[in-house]
């Protein structure tokens, strides 16, 4: 296997990961470095979704939540997608309209070389790893979904982000043509869907950018082929179908926060503390459920990553900032 | 007996058990999606919207018998006392399941949901008002009742309108459903205002 070398992107020192966060990540490198990569044995074993191809990635070291893994049929049918419908189901039914392939990621704003991505870069251009992550979505239901993909922050050094660029966004496809739930008259929602990170936020080893899920290519409704995964923060933030990166310096304006600020903020990190106004966070359904067994269990501060990810927000009242 | 319907004479003894056996269906499909594991990683989301939906279509088809009963179509009307029990077996399954799977029957928990969340609050106070009608809902306590089982039953229309209160605050960017829903509310109870004021002059 080929040696990672990792450059760093031209940031500001106030927004470099903590060294010790950093050492950590280089120590999960280096213990799979030996493993052979993982063929997709959960694709061997796996759903008959033949859209969908297998990847080749590197197992994740911690398999601490192999055993609490969501099954991959809930993981693709169980989705919110607003642009296929505000069912639950309407991504897995309607997703399959979207193109996938040609696809072109714009990476801009202020970067040092502005470019683009396409799909054979998104699923060959970078080293693939397994991450076996906590998803809790802001509805207080969570998975544990096994994604394939790779660190934001080798995306983002490949374009050189400039000293002053302090965020980034995220846009969505918007192809009403293929996009139903864009269509509808009484969707409240600004499409393009639009999400943000703090450069800290974008630049921590934590945050994946996934091509893929349970050892194969994403499916249409999971977000084919890019998406962002944020474990730490609520579902939302983790936005699919990216077709638009940009380095900003000012916070950018994010879909659900523009729509109901009361209710969204721009963080959303998870947190049980701090409720959404509409229900409580402090638990949270973790899927499969059914209704005798709920599988209600406590919502964990940071989603379970707080020892990894409480430093960027260390004086900020999280309670302001939600 | 509660179910028992005194103008029907003219119709066959198995009018009511059909019409009974058709408002039961979609609680059985809910039962048999349940059972066959139809229904996805999370069957309470899906039942909750069923059995919620399904109230608030009883609710309109029980406000809808009096208008239609005055233009002469009283088909309608005859079911209304089995229809307003159904529709409160729909919500009451509803409230169940919200105590089951989203509060774990933890009393502080639920206490907490109702002070801190209005939609919770205005659904639970749509079911408050429901359950008193259904309780009063046989021969012998409508006789016992007399007039004010009539005000009494009254409770139906502000019970409507919480009933689609907890719909619109539930929504959180498509508001469609809600606004059908408002809109065939609105018809039916302004048709009543409407009469009270003609009526008064």
Same mark, same amino acid.
């Given at each position: 296997?080929?040696?990672?070398?990792?450059?760093?992107?031209?940031?500001?020192?106030?927004?470099?990961?903590?060294?010790?966060?950093?050492?950590?990540?280089?120590?999960?490198?280096?213990?799979?470095?030996?493993?052979?990569?993982?063929?997709?044995?959960?694709?061997?074993?796996?759903?008959?979704?033949?859209?969908?191809?297998?990847?080749s990635?590197?197992?994740?070291?911690?398999?601490?939540?192999?055993?609490?893994?969501?099954?991959?049929?809930?993981?693709?049918s169980?989705?919110?997608?607003?642009?296929?419908?505000?069912?639950?189901?309407?991504?897995?039914?309607?997703?399959?309209?979207?193109?996938?392939?040609?696809?072109?990621?714009?990476? +801009?704003?202020?970067v040092?070389?502005?470019?683009?991505?396409?799909?054979?870069?998104?699923?060959?251009?970078?080293?693939?790893?397994?991450?076996?992550?906590?998803?809790?979505? @802001?509805?207080?239901?969570?998975?544990?979904?096994?994604?394939?993909?790779?660190?934001?922050?080798e995306?983002?050094?490949?374009?050189?982000?400039?000293?002053? +660029?302090?965020?980034?966004?995220?846009?969505?496809?918007?192809?009403?043509?293929?996009?139903?739930?864009?269509?509808s008259?009484?969707?409240?929602?600004?499409w393009?869907?639009?999400?943000?990170?703090?450069?800290?936020?974008?630049?921590?080893?934590?945050?994946?950018?996934?091509?893929?899920?349970?050892?194969?290519?994403?499916p249409n409704?999971?977000?084919?082929?890019?998406?962002?995964?944020?474990?730490?923060?609520? +579902?939302?933030?983790?936005?699919?179908?990216?077709?638009?990166?940009?380095v900003?310096?000012?916070?950018?304006?994010?879909?659900?926060?523009?729509?109901?600020?009361t209710?969204?903020?721009?963080?959303?990190? @998870?947190?049980?503390? @701090?409720?959404?106004?509409?229900?409580?966070?402090?638990f949270?359904?973790?899927?499969?459920?059914?209704?005798?067994?709920?599988?209600?269990v406590?919502?964990?501060?940071?989603?379970?990553?707080?020892?990894? @990810?409480?430093?960027?927000y260390? +004086?900020?009242?999280?309670?302001?900032?939600? | 007996?509660?179910l028992?319907i005194?103008?029907?004479?003219?119709?066959?003894?198995?009018?009511?058990? !059909?019409?009974?056996?058709?408002?039961?269906?979609?609680?059985a499909?809910? !039962?048999?999606?349940?059972?066959?594991?139809?229904?996805?990683?999370?069957?309470?989301?899906?039942?909750?919207?069923?059995?919620?939906?399904?109230?608030?279509?009883?609710?309109?088809?029980?406000?809808?018998?009096?208008?239609?009963?005055?233009?002469g179509?009283?088909?309608?009307?005859?079911?209304?006392?089995?229809?307003?029990?159904?529709?409160?077996?729909? !919500?009451?399954?509803?409230?169940?399941l919200?105590?089951?799977v989203?509060?774990?029957?933890?009393?502080?928990?639920?206490?907490e949901?109702?002070?801190?969340?209005?939609?919770?609050?205005?659904?639970?106070?749509?079911?408050?008002?429901?359950?008193?009608?259904?309780?009063?809902?046989?021969?012998?306590?409508?006789?016992w009742?007399?007039?004010?089982?009539?005000?009494?039953?009254?409770?139906?229309?502000?019970?409507?309108?919480?009933?689609?209160?907890?719909?619109?605050?539930?929504?959180?960017?498509?508001?469609?459903e809600?606004?059908?829903?408002?809109?065939?509310?609105? $018809?039916l109870l302004?048709?009543? $205002?409407?009469?009270?004021?003609?009526?008064a002059?």
């Open positions: 296997m080929k040696k990672r070398i990792y450059t760093d992107p031209i940031i500001a020192p106030s927004e470099i990961t903590p060294e010790a966060v950093f050492l950590k990540r280089r120590d999960i490198i280096k213990s799979v470095a030996g493993l052979a990569s993982a063929t997709a044995i959960d694709a061997a074993a796996g759903v008959g979704h033949d859209a969908e191809a297998p990847l990635f590197t197992a994740d070291p911690d398999q601490s939540l192999i055993a609490l893994r969501t099954p991959y049929e809930a993981v693709t169980y989705n919110n997608f607003y642009e296929f419908g505000t069912d639950k189901s309407d991504p897995a039914r309607h997703a399959h309209a979207m193109t996938t392939d040609p696809w072109t990621v714009k990476v +801009g704003g202020l040092e070389k502005p470019g683009e991505l396409h799909l054979e870069d998104l699923l060959s251009g970078f080293e693939l790893q397994e991450r076996i992550y906590r998803f809790r979505c @802001v509805e207080a239901w969570s998975m544990v979904v096994p994604w394939i993909g790779f660190p934001l922050s995306l983002l050094a490949r374009f050189a982000p400039r000293s002053e +660029g302090r965020f980034v966004e995220f846009k969505t496809l918007h192809r009403p043509s293929e996009m139903r739930g864009t269509r008259f009484t969707s409240i929602i600004d393009p869907y639009r999400e943000g990170l703090r450069m800290d936020e974008a630049m921590h080893p934590l945050t994946l950018m996934a091509v893929g899920v349970y050892g194969k290519t994403l409704q999971n977000g084919a082929p890019l998406r962002l995964v944020v474990p730490w923060k609520y +579902g939302f933030k983790s936005i699919k179908s990216i077709v638009e990166i940009n900003t310096d000012k916070q950018p304006a994010t879909s659900w926060q523009q729509l109901q600020p209710e969204y903020g721009f963080y959303a990190n @998870v947190n049980p503390e @701090v409720d959404h106004p509409r229900w409580s966070q402090r949270e359904r973790r899927l499969p459920s059914s209704i005798f067994k709920p599988n209600r406590s919502t964990l501060l940071f989603n379970g990553y707080a020892e990894q @990810v409480a430093g960027l260390e +004086g900020m009242d999280l309670r302001q900032y939600y | 007996m509660a028992k005194t103008h029907t004479a003219s119709r066959g003894p198995w009018v009511t058990p !059909i019409v009974l056996a058709l408002c039961l269906v979609p609680l499909l809910m !039962i048999y999606e349940l059972a066959s594991g139809q229904l996805g990683p999370d069957p309470a989301k899906h039942l909750m919207q069923s059995t919620g939906e399904w109230g608030l279509r009883g609710l309109l088809l029980v406000l809808l018998a009096a208008p239609l009963a005055q233009r179509y009283r088909g309608l009307s005859r079911y209304r006392r089995m229809l307003g029990l159904l529709l409160f077996l729909y !919500i009451s399954l509803h409230l169940m919200f105590v089951q989203y509060v774990g029957w933890s009393g502080a928990l639920l206490t949901e109702l002070y801190e969340r209005p939609y919770v609050m205005v659904g639970f106070a749509a079911w408050c008002a429901l359950m008193p009608l259904a309780l009063t809902s046989t021969d012998k306590a409508r006789r009742l007399g007039r004010r089982w009539r005000q009494l039953h009254r409770l139906v229309y502000p019970a409507a309108i919480l009933a689609w209160l907890h719909l619109l605050w539930l929504a959180r960017s498509d508001v469609g809600a606004l059908i829903y408002g809109m065939l509310f609105a $018809v302004g048709w009543r $205002v409407r009469r009270f004021f003609l009526g002059r």
